[in-house]
């Protein structure tokens, strides 16, 4: 399976500032997601991470909020805007598409995020 | 409701005991994932069935998926302390928007007692 970090692994911040988040994978892959899981919640995914174009958004988020690059295989950004305390969550990177794994989705080990 | 339903919602066991968690959804599945998280962390990759009656085995966890039934079931065998944490269902839905998304479970969390 292929190896996924994220960086930071956790940050506290400020109401109002923004925090971006990275997520690189140690192999080329095919998809890239990002997911959100909200205390005491089940994860649900923000967007699918494009290489090359803008993020496909789900219902509820939006790109002036979330922006999202993927500017290659291997590599993706989540920034999470104009923080309030509402968006205090682990936010997760998942993958799909690895080489002889190729229907399999892996997650990273996740960003906890405090807005105070 | 929840498009996945999982059950129980906590578990605690004494070590040594088995156990059962249930994945239950209300669409057609085509592709079902179990993953175990530890609190707070990402998710550990446990297995992915696809076709219906299939099973898979991991060390003392076995997953079945009766896709008739559009039902997985994630059982542990001798359970031990490191086997402690949140497991989640993940799955493909049928009437699904995006390629790629799974939808999850409300996730259940398992304790045991050494």
């Known amino acids: 399976s292929a190896v996924i970090s994220q960086k930071p692994s956790r940050d506290i911040c400020q109401r109002g500032t923004s925090l971006t988040i990275q997520c690189q994978v140690d192999?080329?892959?095919?998809?890239m997601f990002w997911y959100r899981q909200q205390p005491g919640q089940s994860l649900t995914l923000i967007a699918t991470a494009n290489q090359g174009s803008e993020a496909t958004y789900e219902s509820g988020f939006v790109i002036d909020k979330f922006p999202i690059s993927r500017p290659n295989l291997t590599f993706s950004t989540l920034t999470v805007s104009n923080l309030s305390p509402e968006d205090s969550s682990i936010y997760l990177c998942?993958?799909?598409?690895?080489?002889?794994?190729?229907?399999?989705?892996?997650f990273g080990p996740g960003t906890r995020l405090t807005v105070l | 409701s929840q498009e996945l339903e999982q059950s129980p919602q906590s578990l605690i066991v004494q070590e040594g005991k088995n156990l059962t968690i249930n994945c239950t959804s209300s669409?057609?599945?085509?592709?079902l994932y179990w993953y175990k998280q530890k609190y707070g962390e990402g998710l550990i990759f446990l297995m992915m069935l696809q076709k219906g009656g299939e099973e898979k085995s991991h060390e003392k966890i076995t997953a079945k998926l009766d896709e008739k039934k559009q039902q997985s079931s994630l059982h542990i065998t001798a359970s031990q302390p490191s086997h402690a944490g949140i497991y989640l269902c993940g799955a493909y839905l049928a009437g699904g928007t995006s390629y790629g998304k799974l939808t999850f479970g409300q996730g259940t969390i398992l304790t045991v007692h050494p």
């Open positions: 192999s080329q892959v095919t998809m």
């Open positions: 998942s993958v799909e598409g690895v080489k002889e794994r190729l229907n399999e989705q892996f």
């Open positions: 669409k057609t599945l085509y592709g």
